[in-house]
């Protein structure tokens, strides 16, 4: 059976344990996670890490613009955190970065990038969002997914699954098993941003919603598990 090629979409929280923006323990929970997910799987992972431990964005006196610069210049620090704590648990790691942020990262080329991920045996990891402002790492993990013809993007965060309204703002929220993108559009679930869902539905990738916080839930999905809710066409 062929390996299937993963997107795997971490929030920066999955590094935080809240008093501090990385924390050594959050870190090794999130590694050995993964450690334990891909040596059971026959996957080629690669990942987008967010950077709302460290940065939302948004302050009165920083233009959108520089808030957005700031914002991806913090996945830079999340990703080299993560690509740190990998190589301490033994596991190979490539990191590019959209931008130029040489010395730090290798700058994103796409040729480049599918030549690692083929080769196996390494977990690539994008850094430095899509280069632009007013986006998102979430539309960062769905134009990498697709790039790199992924199968399908997991998006590991901290509710078990889609609902019908913010769960941790409505009690009443109901969890969706499954649903189109159309729906996940039309319905306006804020999950994840619009321009994420609208590219995963034209380039038919799947998207898997879970809760990562649950031990071994990433395993599940990657082995095929019912675990959270799935958006697809
Ligand atoms: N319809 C919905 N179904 C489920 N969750 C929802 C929904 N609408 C909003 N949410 C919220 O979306 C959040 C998604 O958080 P996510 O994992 O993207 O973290 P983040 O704060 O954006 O991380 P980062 O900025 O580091 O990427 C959830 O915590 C949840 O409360
Ligand atoms: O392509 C991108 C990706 C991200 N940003 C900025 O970075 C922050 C952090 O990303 P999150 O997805 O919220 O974790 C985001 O709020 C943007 O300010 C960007 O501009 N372009």
């Known amino acids: 059976m062929a390996a299937k090629r993963v997107l795997l979409k971490l929030s920066g929280e999955s590094l935080s344990d809240g008093s501090s ?21 026959r996957v080629q992972l690669a990942v987008v890490i ?3 431990n460290i940065w939302r964005g948004a302050c009165k006196f920083i233009e959108r613009v520089t808030a957005d610069k700031m914002g991806m210049l913090v996945t830079v620090m999340n990703s080299l955190a993560l690509s740190d704590a990998l190589a301490k ?3 190979k790691s490539n990191l590019f970065s959209a931008n130029g942020v040489s010395g730090f990262a ?24 899509t280069g632009n402002p007013f986006f998102t ?8 997914a697709a790039e790199i ?11 078990d699954g889609v609902y019908s309204a913010d769960p941790k703002k409505n009690k009443d ?22 321009e994420a869902f609208s ?16 031990d071994g839930n990433l395993k599940k999905v990657l082995n095929g598990e019912k675990v959270g809710t799935i958006v697809e066409a």
């Open 137 to 144: 790492t979430d539309t960062t993990a769905a134009l990498r």
């Open 89 to 91: 648990a033994g596991m």
């Open 50 to 52: 967010g950077a709302g």
């Open 21 to 41: 923006s990385i924390s050594a323990n959050s870190l090794l929970r999130t590694v050995n996670e993964i450690k334990s997910a891909v040596t059971c799987s």
């Open 199 to 214: 590219l995963c539905m034209q380039t038919n990738i799947s998207i898997t919603v879970f809760d990562f916080y649950k």
């Open 173 to 194: 929220a109901v969890k969706f098993n499954s649903l189109t993108f159309k729906e996940a559009l039309d319905k306006h679930l804020k999950i994840m941003d619009y």
């Open 149 to 159: 013809k992924a199968d399908m993007l997991l998006k590991a965060t901290q509710v």
């Open 106 to 129: 290798e700058n994103f080329n796409r040729e480049k990038v599918i030549r690692c991920i083929e080769q196996g045996n390494t977990t690539v990891i994008f850094a430095g969002g």
